[in-house]
């Protein structure tokens, strides 16, 4: 099992910054790939961001490219999402997820193992 806690949200203005962060413990190896998905109320669940266990490649949503940025520590227990030019339109509950080997930038939600309890970022207009 692997156990996923996110932190970082908070409420920012629009055009402002967050940067969020994910601590995995527990089975936790090098062959765990990491993404965030996020859901605003009404919606579904929907991919953010996420890196590759095996190659380090990164993969992001086309409405966030260019303005988030997703890293992981060196030990690889610890995957970042820094999120800059922030819009009301992001607004949502942000997750944390990890799958046990590769991801592409199409991996669906449901592929993911393991989740954490998400974290709320409000940005106001």
């Known amino acids: 099992q692997v156990q996923l806690v996110e932190s970082g949200g908070g409420l920012v203005q629009a055009g402002g910054s967050l940067r969020l962060s994910c601590a995995a413990s527990?089975?936790?190896?090098?062959?765990?790939?990491m993404a965030w998905f996020r859901q605003a109320p009404g919606k579904e669940r929907e991919f953010v961001s996420a890196v590759n266990w095996s190659n380090g490649l990164t993969y992001y949503a086309d409405s966030v490219k260019g303005r988030f940025t997703i890293s992981r520590d060196n030990a690889g227990n610890t995957v970042y999402l820094q999120m800059d030019s922030l819009k009301p339109e992001d607004t949502a509950v942000y997750y944390c997820?990890?799958?046990?080997?590769?991801?592409?930038?199409?991996?669906?939600?449901?592929?993911?193992?393991?989740w954490g309890q998400g974290t709320q970022v409000t940005v106001s207009s």
């Open positions: 527990g089975r936790t190896d090098n062959k765990i790939s």
């Open positions: 997820s990890a799958r046990r080997g590769v991801i592409i930038r199409t991996t669906p939600a449901g592929a993911y193992d393991y």
